[in-house]
């Protein structure tokens, strides 16, 4: 499967929790840690935890994809999931302004999905 296709598929798990500002940030021309990333925000740590194990199931059980780390579902302030060449990262609002990761990022392709 394509990232591209990939990554819409994760947007649109990401939106049936509810996520809010929901992004596809393409970097493929301008790193190599990944090809893009996909940010979103949620109102509380069980819409965290929610987002997170839906992406995690359904890329598991349908599309046979298990991420290669997961950090942060101790706190649920910032979850990473690292798939290669996708990294998801779902934020609380806090977390989301204060490190403004589209801003490091601006000269990337960024697309928002809704």
């Known amino acids: 499967m394509k990232e591209k296709e990939l990554s819409k598929i994760i947007s649109k798990l990401m939106l049936e929790k ?4 929901v ?8 790193t190599t840690l990944t090809d893009y990333f996909i940010n979103c ?3 509380s ?7 997170k194990n839906h992406i995690q199931d359904t890329l598991s059980s349908k599309h046979k994809i298990k991420p290669i780390h997961i950090e942060g579902f101790e706190n649920l302030q910032w ?4 798939y290669a060449t996708i990294v998801i990262n779902i934020f609380n609002k ?8 589209e801003r490091l ?10």
């Open 79 to 82: 979850i990473l999931m690292d």
């Open 41 to 43: 925000s949620s109102e």
């Open 105 to 114: 990022w601006a000269d990337a392709e960024i697309q928002i999905i809704k």
């Open 94 to 101: 806090e977390s989301r302004e204060f490190y403004d990761i």
């Open 23 to 30: 992004k596809i940030i393409k970097v493929d021309k301008l």
């Open 18 to 21: 509810k996520a809010l500002d």
């Open 45 to 51: 740590d069980p819409q965290t935890r929610a987002i």
